[in-house]
């Protein structure tokens, strides 16, 4: 229901997050979610949409373990919910950069599969001029590698901006400052149905630049 709203309101792109599990599951967080568990999620929302792009997490464990393991659950994704596009997370950067994983992706029967997801929760770690140049690098790597657009999660809004100013393909910002290219809003924190909403909701002034 609230997918179809959201396509005839023109949002243009809807992402199928593992954030379900503790918005619409009942978890306590997401790390439970399971591939299964989402997928019907997602052929809801394709099912329910004309227009806008329908990306699915990658949920914990379908994708760590190897290259090969999170093409297996893209497609699955892809073929049995229809989604037009997957992200996959990495939570440090470097060597773990998971660009093998888009190479192999891009090489499928779509060359838009992955988006790419960076969290880091330390924004201390951030800030350091280090960090900062590795997590830069790590971007233009995977955009290299084939991703389409990047979300930049919990990181300083100097760096995301950075950042976006680096790449072609655009960036997409949760809690990340208002110079990323498009912003995403949990729904249900938007419309106020969460017990404790975060910070990413708040100050967000543009949707897409």
């Not at 499928?108 to 350091?128: E, I, V």
């Not at 680096?166 to 997409?172: N, R």
């Not at 990323?180 to 106020?192: E, I, P, Y």
Request: charged content about 20%; hydrophobic content about 45%.
């Amino acid at each position: 229901m609230t997918a179809e709203i959201f396509d005839e309101a023109g949002i243009p792109v809807l992402l199928v997050g593992d954030s379900a599990g503790n918005n619409f599951l009942g978890m306590e967080n997401t790390i439970p979610v399971t591939v299964d568990e989402l997928i019907p999620l997602v052929r809801a929302v394709t099912h329910s949409t004309k227009h806008a792009m329908v990306v699915a997490d990658l949920p914990f464990g379908s994708y760590e373990a190897s290259a090969e393991q999170a093409l297996a659950s893209s497609l699955r994704f892809m073929k049995e919910a229809g989604a037009n596009a997957v992200i996959t997370r990495r939570r440090t950067v470097g060597a773990s950069s998971p660009a093998r994983e888009i190479r192999n992706s891009s090489d499928g029967p779509s060359r838009f599969l992955l988006l790419n997801h960076f969290t880091n929760s330390a924004d201390t770690k951030c800030k350091a001029a280090k960090m900062a140049t590795l997590i830069v690098e790590a971007a233009i790597a995977l955009e290299e590698a084939g991703a389409f657009s990047i979300v930049l999660e919990l990181i300083p809004a100097d760096l995301a901006a950075r950042i976006t100013r680096a790449l072609k393909i655009p960036t997409i910002g949760i809690g990340a400052g208002v110079d990323c290219d498009a912003q995403v809003l949990v729904w249900t924190d938007l419309m106020g149905l969460t017990k404790k909403p975060t910070a990413t909701c708040k100050g967000l002034s543009t949707i897409a630049r």
